[in-house]
């Protein structure tokens, strides 16, 4: 079993009369990538500032590598790399000149300083641009100068708010790859408002709205837990009282929906229940009545359906 690197209990963030966060309560593993996931103003960004030491909760705990942020707040800040949604560089440095301040600030000796700082060069491909001044990078590259400031030190678990934020497309397919790298030796936590982000690198997504965490586990384990049933397309040839009857009468089936007539072939959209083998059951049933079959097709419910409808709810 992968060791916990983060614990957060009955974490509490108020500013007045506004109750920020509310209640969040969860642990993060060495070696994953969790997706804290939500629309904008759900409490994400705050919650990482709590993570990381900025800021205090109202209530609540939070132990990282053992160490509560409460009681020994330098000894678990040591072993937290943050990269902000706003990247903290100073712009009038080059880059190696940079990594080589950050470094100094975690204490780090000269010989491991730079067998660090080579290696994450390497690693994010800034051997390039390591004595440009960061002003004159790319944003792309300054995203990964920010990891990289961030993955200095070595620190067990790693904070990224929105890491792909603003960047083009071929920047962000960058950016999601070395975050996928960095959970080799550290326990990633990620916030983004994209749902495409969490479905291509988390391992694990907790879904927040109003503060609240209102669902959690992977994309495919949300798919089948909050789905109600599942749904198929179905293409047919045959009598089509007969094909409606067929369908209709099998207990696993919620629902038919009638979508084209093609050249004498019927198409629906098939609704039923959780039923795991009910793809084979639906072909064989249908084949026995003799009723030729076209097309069976699953439809997958992505993430984004199940986060709209959960944020629905919340807001209901």
Known sequence: MSEIVLKVRNLIKEFGHVQAVSGLTF???HGEILGLLGPNGAGKTTTLRMLSGFIPP????????????RDEPLKARREIGYLPESVPLYRDMRVN??????????????QELKNQMDQLLNDLGLVSVSRQLIWRLS???RQRVGLAQAMIGKPRLVLLDEPTSGLDPEQTVEIR??????????????????????EKVADRVLIMNEGT??????PSDLNQRLTVGRQFRLGV???????????????EVVSVQKEAELNGSFYYRVQTNRGEEIQPKLAQKIVREGIKLIELTEDDVDLEKIF?????????
């Open 27 to 29: 642990d993060a593993l």
């Open 58 to 69: 109202t209530q609540g705990d939070i132990s990282v590598c053992g160490f509560s942020m």
């Open 97 to 110: 000149e940079f990594l080589g301040f950050v470094g100094g600030l975690r204490g780090l000796k000269r």
């Open 139 to 141: 944003k792309g590259f």
């Open 177 to 198: 790859n070395l975050i996928a790298k960095i959970k080799t030796t550290s326990c990633v936590i990620m916030s983004t408002h994209l749902l495409s982000e969490v």
């Open 213 to 218: 965490i209102v669902a959690s586990g992977s």
């Open 237 to 251: 040839r045959g009598d089509e009282s007969k094909i409606l009857e067929t369908l209709e009468s099998m207990v």
């Open 308 to 316: 709209l409808k959960l944020v629905r709810v919340g807001k209901g």
